[in-house]
């Protein structure tokens, strides 16, 4: 035994099955370049041939026989699922779809599926992406809609399967939420405890003609408005303010328009909203009252904010399996929208 072989297995049960983990480790390369070694589809999608003998070399050495290989070979399924969004999406800088992210990932583990990302590229055309999917690497991918949606509209075409995470796209499965009954939960809650002057902050910069990429950004505000008209309120009275990533501008408008309850779109929204009315000494409840959604918890914020509580883990869970069923061909739901709740906090 070599070596880096004694490295790599050390520290387990002399009785344990080496892994693609191991072999990654032993070859120098990722754990899914071994998946993909393995499901023979190696040098269609670029990997060079001496990294598939180094990967096939390791796995000589550790004696690795992976489980899923003949049955892949069978069903011609690689057992690898894609994931799919703009790099800007998935960055940690995006707390929610960090927290999605995290919860496919762990769908995935679950159900014994390998992922493989994908995100476009500004030096190469959106048909370099296209083709990667396409090329028989996974057998499908999870999407997240937004405004620029070429990429989905060509996997249609291609009759590849794809399930939407958080927002419907056309005919296709999705996992979405209750987004309006959250929304018109918060509304009623804040009119409960006697409110009568709302508004609601879209994350919109106020100068943008270009719609917000998820449908959850319009129908989330809708609900604000009809929750607002069924209370018999003006919603030319309560409105929507576009205030981008201003949180300055935000409260500068909220006071102008002498709110005393603001739901904001999002937590990520909320956070810098409540730090501003903290540092101008404005206290909340007690002048403003103030909302998140989503129940995406901020460090560093000395508040907890009344919010939505998106079930986020669940909505991974689910459309890892959704995909997982429509690629086997089994029986599943289009549509799964998963019900959010209540959460009191110290801004209400």
Same mark, same amino acid.
């Not at 129940?295 to 669940?314: D, H, N, R």
């Given at each position: ?44 999608? *670029? ?37 799919? *969004? ?263």
């Amino acid at each position: 035994m070599s070596e880096q072989k004694k490295l790599v297995m050390s520290g387990s049960p002399k009785s344990r099955r080496p892994t693609s983990h191991d072999v990654a480790q032993l070859a120098g390369v990722s754990q899914p370049t071994v998946s993909l070694v393995f499901s023979g589809r190696a040098r269609d999608i *670029g990997i060079s041939k001496a990294t598939e003998d180094r990967v096939m070399a390791a796995a000589r050495e550790l004696s690795y026989v992976p489980n899923k290989l003949m049955r892949s070979i069978r069903n011609h399924r690689t057992g690898i699922l894609g994931v799919y *969004g703009p790099g800007q999406q998935w960055s940690m800088r995006h707390s929610y779809w960090a927290e999605v992210l995290t919860a496919i990932h762990e769908g995935a583990s679950q159900l014994e599926q390998e992922l493989l990302f994908f995100s476009p590229r500004k030096d190469k055309p959106i048909d370099d992406v296209v083709h990667r999917i396409l090329s028989g690497v996974v057998d499908g991918v999870i999407v997240q809609p937004g405004v620029e949606n070429t990429v989905l509209d060509r996997l249609i075409e291609a009759q590849f399967p794809v399930v939407t995470v958080g927002d419907p796209y056309r005919h296709l499965p999705c996992v979405t939420l209750e987004n309006a009954h959250g929304t018109k939960t918060l509304v009623q809650h804040l009119y409960q405890l006697g409110h009568r002057k709302f508004a609601y902050l879209r994350v919109e910069a106020p100068d943008s003609t270009e719609p917000f990429p998820n449908l959850a950004a319009e129908i989330r505000p809708k609900a604000f408005s009809d929750a607002i008209r069924e209370l018999g309120l003006s919603p030319e009275k309560n409105p929507q303010i576009h205030i981008g990533k201003d949180a300055e501008f935000a409260v500068n408008r909220v006071l102008e328009l002498g709110a005393d309850a603001v739901l904001c779109h999002h937590d990520e929204c909320a956070y810098p909203f409540v730090q501003e009315l903290k540092k101008r000494g404005i206290r909340m409840p007690e002048d403003i009252a103030v909302t998140g959604f989503d129940g995406i918890p901020i460090p560093f914020v000395p508040a907890f904010v009344t919010t939505i509580q998106s079930p986020i883990p669940e909505m991974g869970r689910r459309a890892v399996e959704k995909l997982k069923r429509l690629v086997e061909g089994t029986p599943f739901d289009m549509v799964t929208t998963l019900p959010v709740s209540f959460v009191k906090g110290d801004t209400t």
